[in-house]
């Protein structure tokens, strides 16, 4: 008996995804709930695994586009039972010749067909580009889900490995100047090393963060103010309880648990940023307000920008801050967050300084009406706030803040981002709230 394999549903908004890569190959023995494919969609990747023990017939190939609740192949329960019994020995039927063995020059697998390594997950053009290339899938490390080798880590394993030691050639023939029509601009010479370009599908996960993007571009009356803030007393403070507060509560003290209390305080005191434009009942703009603060977080993945959300931080400590930042940030880079982690935030911190980034305009997560850019920590001279008029070298960092100007009006803008900066400059506001 044949059982289907389903793509479960994963929530309101999939309504299909791609299949990332088969984990078990067809005809091999699988036990059930065990892990056969990676499919991805446009928010999360998810594990599929086995119906029943038997035998994996897969029906979809890596990259095709299946709808939720599509059957992507098949366990044969009975075909595994045919595997696990002996089956008898049969003797050549009389007056029939014996079968001639096979010639060993014909059954020698050529570089096309031979085997693939069942230890290393490649994509089929990272196979063909590392076949045509001479390059050992086992030594190149993936980058895809589940580190799966793609084409891109193989032609970077070969620019960054040693070239193989070329024939010995011949003597070169002296060159003879030959008149002609000179050589085209765009054409490029024969002395020029191969140019390759590769394509690849864009993925569902990037296709939906660029929708997203555009569309708030499109939709959105979106405006950036910036403001400096000196880190000198969040810098003292945490290089003074660090150690502590590490041994205590198993985490590092960073400085996203300040930013994330700041941003509180600030919204508390401008709650319209921490609002959204919606639709009534009416299909009429109506705004919608928050007396809780969902703060979402950026995270750079291997597969592009996810957002999960640390929800309820205005009753969270900053350990507990730190822990969930952490939980979060790690599950992301690993593909493992749920839908429901990326989904209902009424405010977004994106921290690019990690990357160096000294400024930028980050764009709004919608239906979010405001994000916090965070930037690089720069050593700059600026007015000695405890000597006027006197200049000194002070830990600066430059702080954005993108909103939307048809809900948030810039004075309101700009006294939210002074209520941060304020906060991080004077860290004793977080414990007094004032």
């Known amino acids: 008996m044949a059982i289907d394999i389903v793509i479960p549903a994963v929530g309101e908004s999939v309504t299909s995804g791609v299949v990332a890569g088969w984990r078990k190959k067809d005809g091999e023995r699988v036990e059930r709930d065990e892990v056969v494919m990676d499919f991805e969609t446009d928010k999360i990747t998810m594990e599929i695994t086995a119906p029943a023990a038997g035998v994996l017939h897969p029906s979809a190939k890596e990259g095709d586009q299946v709808p939720i609740g599509g059957v992507v192949g098949k366990v044969d329960e009975a075909a595994a039972a045919r595997q696990a019994a002996p089956a008898p020995e049969k003797s050549p039927a009389k007056g029939l010749p014996e079968p001639k063995p096979a010639d060993p020059l014909r059954t020698l697998p050529t570089a096309e067909s031979a085997p693939e390594d069942p230890g290393v997950r490649a994509t089929p053009l990272a196979r063909k580009l590392a076949q045509e290339m001479g390059v050992d899938l086992s030594k190149v490390e993936g980058s895809g889900a589940g580190k799966r080798v793609r084409e891109q880590d193989v032609v970077a394993f070969a620019k960054g490995s040693k070239p193989s030691p070329a024939a010995p050639q011949a003597p070169a023939r002296p060159q003879v100047q030959v008149s002609g029509p000179p050589r085209a601009s765009g054409t490029p010479s024969p002395h020029q090393g191969v140019r390759g370009v590769t394509r690849e599908r864009m993925s569902p996960l990037r296709q939906r963060v660029a929708a997203r993007l555009v569309e708030a571009q499109h939709t959105a009356a979106m405006l950036t103010t910036f403001n400096e803030c000196d880190m000198s007393g969040v810098m003292a403070l945490r290089a003074r309880y660090k150690d502590g507060f590490e041994k205590k509560h198993g985490v590092g003290l960073g400085f996203m648990s300040f930013f994330v209390r700041a941003v509180v305080s600030a919204l508390r005191a401008f709650p319209m940023v921490n609002a959204s434009i919606v639709r009534d009942e009416n299909d009429q703009p109506a705004i919608e307000k928050h007396d809780f603060c969902d703060i979402a977080i ?137």
């Open 298 to 434: 950026a995270v750079a993945s291997p597969k592009g920008l996810v957002v999960p959300v640390i929800r309820g931080c205005e009753a969270l400590s900053m350990a507990q801050i730190e822990l969930a930042v952490k939980d979060v940030g790690a599950r992301a880079r690993e593909g493992r967050l749920t839908l429901e982690e990326m989904q209902g935030g009424t405010f977004t911190i994106t921290n690019g300084g990690v990357f160096g980034s000294l400024m930028s305009t980050p764009i709004l997560n919608p239906p979010q009406s405001a994000i916090l850019g965070m930037h690089t920590i720069k050593n700059r001279a600026v007015e000695d706030p405890a000597n006027p008029g006197h200049a000194a070298i002070r830990p600066m960092m430059y702080l954005a803040l993108s909103y939307d100007h048809r809900l948030i009006d810039g004075a309101e803008a700009v006294r939210f981002l002074v209520r941060v900066k304020e906060c991080i400059e004077s860290p004793e506001r977080l414990l007094l709230d004032a």
